[in-house]
């Protein structure tokens, strides 16, 4: 059905499944484990910076890119955790969140009928700024592996290669990934490094879970395969880092030609954002390496206790390698496999909201991801055991 009012370009990206499913949570009085921000606050370090910059000059518009010292922070970071040289002034850009990074690197790199390549199910943001900047999405599909052996999510090279066609000028990547909790390993992104090579393309690279890798897993940053650094924007946020998801201070790394074209759409966008969180997110960037291991330990324990309620439930999970999100398939307690179905009746059956995977696939392609709900652990040790226990009555 056609939505009125609505441009061409936008029909189908009515509002999001959160909406519905953060409103049917506080309705319900149940556990939300279906949107993915934190329930505990970041660490003063970055907090105190940005409660002792309000009231200041950093109250007004930051510079255009970024403030300086964000900027010379997000290099010395991506130095330190990737071996990656990027010159501050010219090689990065402060953005809102990396959600306008990669709006702005769509936008700014885009024509209209070009082809990006893109593997899915994907996050919601990436369709909707495919077809803002006219551009067609290319979806290769992660293949799930059965649930609860230990298995990851792959992709088919022979689909990946076929996806590409003379009008691909971009290869958009997640890793670690949303909704799968898949880290992607260096073997997967040679593949796809060989293949933007071949065929010249630009890869866009979210990387916003960097740091919430469980063991086991490594997050490769595609940027440092050889030849791949001249050809790669790197997107990356503090939200999901440093829990303030709310703050939207993202960034973008690449050539500085290649940064040059995503400023030129993000000063029309938001021109800047977050005066005196700039220089907050500057200081988390700098926190020891601890900080960052101590993140995804912590979530490694929700992660476990998550999942052991979910298999006490009868709901075995794809164990995530990244990310704060766990992959059901609900065919084991709901026969018709409707994983919608199941997540508007989860909240009244045990009082837990999840969100149904298949908003992250193109509608084409619904079959693939409609039997499979996405849960998020990112929450205390209390809530998320609480939820473990609430899920348990399923069985
Ligand atoms: C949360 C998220 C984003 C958005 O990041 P912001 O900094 O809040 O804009 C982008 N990509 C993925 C995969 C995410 O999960």
Not at 103 to 118: F, I, P, Q, S
Request: aromatic share 8%.
């Amino acid at each position: 059905m056609r939505t009125p009012y609505l441009s061409a370009r936008l029909q189908g990206f009515g509002t999001t499944v959160f909406a519905e499913m953060s409103a049917l949570a506080l309705a319900t009085g149940a556990v939300n484990l279906g949107q993915g921000f934190p329930d505990e606050p970041g660490p003063d370090e970055v907090l105190d910076v940005a409660r002792a910059a309000i009231g200041t000059g950093l109250d007004q518009y930051p510079p255009g890119p970024g403030l300086p010292v964000l900027r010379e922070a997000i290099a010395a970071h991506q130095l330190r955790f990737r071996g990656l040289t990027y010159d501050p002034d010219a090689e990065v850009l402060v953005t809102a969140g990396a959600t306008e990074a990669l709006a702005g690197a769509l936008l700014g790199l885009l024509d209209t009928g070009d082809e990006v390549v893109v593997f899915e199910p994907m996050y919601d943001s990436y369709a909707a700024g495919i077809a803002m900047a006219g551009a067609v999405a290319r979806p290769v599909p992660l293949r799930p592996p059965a649930p609860g052996g230990g298995g990851v999510w792959e992709f088919d090279p022979v689909e990946l290669r076929a996806a590409v066609t003379g009008r691909t000028r971009v290869v958009l990547l997640n890793t670690p990934h949303n909704p799968t909790g898949k880290v992607f390993s260096r073997a997967e992104l040679q593949l796809v490094a060989d293949l933007a090579v071949e065929h010249d393309l630009l890869v866009l690279t979210d990387e916003v879970y960097e740091h919430l890798v469980f063991s086991g897993s490594e997050h490769v940053s595609i940027a440092t395969l050889p030849g791949m650094r001249e050809r790669t924007l790197v997107v990356s946020s503090g939200g999901k880092t440093f829990h303030t998801t709310g703050w939207k201070i993202g960034w973008v790394c690449g050539p500085a030609a290649l940064v040059a074209a995503v400023r030129t759409a993000k000063q029309f966008l938001t021109y800047v954002n977050g005066g005196p969180f700039q220089p907050a997110i500057a200081a988390g960037l700098g926190l020891p390496d601890a900080y960052f291991h101590r993140g995804a330990a912590v979530l490694e324990r929700r992660r476990d206790l998550l999942l052991t309620g979910l298999a006490a439930a009868g709901l075995p999970a794809i164990a995530p390698q990244g990310t704060y999100f766990a992959t059901v398939d609900v065919r084991g307690v709901q026969p018709d496999g409707d994983g919608w179905a199941f997540c508007r009746e989860l909240p009244g059956r045990v009082g837990v909201v999840a969100v149904p995977t298949v908003v992250f696939y193109d509608p084409s392609h619904a079959h693939l991801g409609r039997h499979l709900v996405r849960f998020a652990f990112c929450k205390r040790d209390e809530v998320v055991a609480d939820a473990a226990r609430r899920l348990s009555r399923l069985a």
